[in-house]
């Protein structure tokens, strides 16, 4: 897909932060974010979504009106209607217009992306992981991610996450793809923003030790074998000098 330039509007954000009322300067414990959305003239297209500590909580599809639960076992316990959520991005699409005339649609200016991939799991050959892909100061929101496996493209096994908001109004993105490690296989995350010249490859492959020649492991051996003797030796020299020791004592009178 070409990405084409938009013009972005970030708009109401409702932050709440919890933390022990004390005298002192307020450190946050715990934060959460609950309607942050945004509308942009590419697509166009809109975003609502809450976050707890970073982590995404919900996102409604403004397509089918509904609202999506990052993990669905959330809806047992707490439900969400929509329509604020559309009434939100409402707003903000007609602030945007507004703003878009007033500024003579001045275009964003783009953020390099910053791409990290790591397994979520300690990679185990033959055991089932996640790669994740973190991509971090996205500006404006619109990024593709695609998932390449032995420089074939993957589309089983990958979803990702809506825009998380960061501080300085930029935004950040995880991507994650199920996998079965295998030490003939390389991953790589492509990312794709108007940030780069050209799209961005993070390569990812699995780190299996070397393994142990057979010389490397006879001198071990070898080596094992030896400290083990020497200690054989140096024990029972002790133990003689210990018995004589004694029988020396035994048979010397008093003075």
Same mark, same amino acid.
């Given at each position: 897909?070409? /990405?084409?330039?938009?013009?972005?509007?970030?708009?109401?954000?409702?932050?709440?932060?919890? !933390?022990?009322?004390?005298?002192?300067?307020?450190?946050?414990?715990?934060? +959460?974010?609950?309607?942050?959305?945004?509308?942009?003239?590419?697509?166009? !297209?809109?975003?609502?979504?809450?976050?707890?500590?970073?982590? =995404?909580?919900?996102?409604?599809?403004?397509?089918?009106?509904?609202?999506?639960?990052? /993990?669905?076992?959330?809806?047992?316990?707490?439900?969400?209607?929509?329509?604020?959520? /559309?009434?939100?991005?409402?707003?903000?699409? *007609?602030?945007?217009?507004?703003? $878009?005339?007033?500024?003579?649609?001045?275009?964003?200016?783009?953020?390099?992306? =910053? #791409?990290?991939?790591?397994?979520?799991?300690?990679?185990?050959?033959?055991?089932?992981?996640?790669?994740?892909?973190?991509?971090?100061?996205?500006?404006?929101?619109?990024?593709?991610?695609?998932?390449?496996?032995?420089?074939?493209?993957?589309?089983?096994?990958?979803?990702?996450?809506?825009? /998380?908001?960061?501080? *300085?109004?930029?935004?950040?993105?995880?991507?994650?793809?199920?996998?079965?490690?295998?030490?003939?296989?390389?991953?790589?995350?492509? #990312? =794709?923003?108007?940030?780069?010249?050209?799209?961005?490859?993070?390569?990812?492959?699995? =780190?299996?030790?070397?393994?142990? !020649?057979?010389?490397?492991?006879?001198?071990?051996?070898?080596?094992?074998? $030896?400290?083990?003797?020497? +200690?054989?030796?140096?024990? $029972?020299?002790?133990?003689?000098?210990?018995?004589? !020791?004694?029988?020396?004592?035994?048979?010397? +009178?008093?003075?």
């Amino acid at each position: 897909m070409v /990405l084409n330039r938009a013009l972005i509007l970030g708009a109401l954000a409702l932050t709440t932060m919890m !933390s022990p009322s004390r005298g002192e300067d307020i450190v946050a414990d715990h934060v +959460g974010s609950y309607g942050t959305d945004f509308y942009q003239s590419h697509g166009p !297209s809109g975003q609502f979504t809450q976050e707890f500590d970073g982590d =995404e909580l919900l996102y409604v599809d403004l397509g089918k009106k509904e609202t999506v639960w990052r /993990l669905p076992m959330f809806s047992q316990f707490a439900g969400f209607d929509p329509q604020g959520a /559309l009434r939100n991005i409402a707003t903000a699409k *007609d602030t945007l217009d507004i703003l $878009t005339k007033r500024s003579n649609s001045t275009p964003v200016i783009n953020e390099v992306p =910053e #791409v990290t991939v790591f397994s979520k799991s300690p990679v185990m050959l033959g055991q089932p992981n996640t790669l994740i892909c973190h991509v971090d100061n996205i500006f404006p929101p619109v990024i593709n991610i695609t998932w390449l496996k032995n420089r074939h493209v993957v589309t089983e096994g990958v979803s990702e996450t809506s825009f /998380l908001p960061k501080d *300085d109004d930029s935004f950040f993105k995880f991507g994650y793809l199920t996998f079965l490690p295998s030490d003939d296989d390389v991953y790589d995350c492509k #990312v =794709e923003h108007w940030g780069l010249e050209e799209p961005l490859l993070k390569h990812w492959e699995p =780190e299996i030790p070397a393994p142990m !020649s057979e010389l490397t492991e006879t001198v071990v051996c070898a080596l094992g074998l $030896t400290m083990g003797l020497v +200690g054989i030796v140096v024990g $029972t020299i002790f133990i003689i000098q210990g018995l004589r !020791s004694g029988g020396a004592s035994r048979h010397q +009178g008093p003075l």
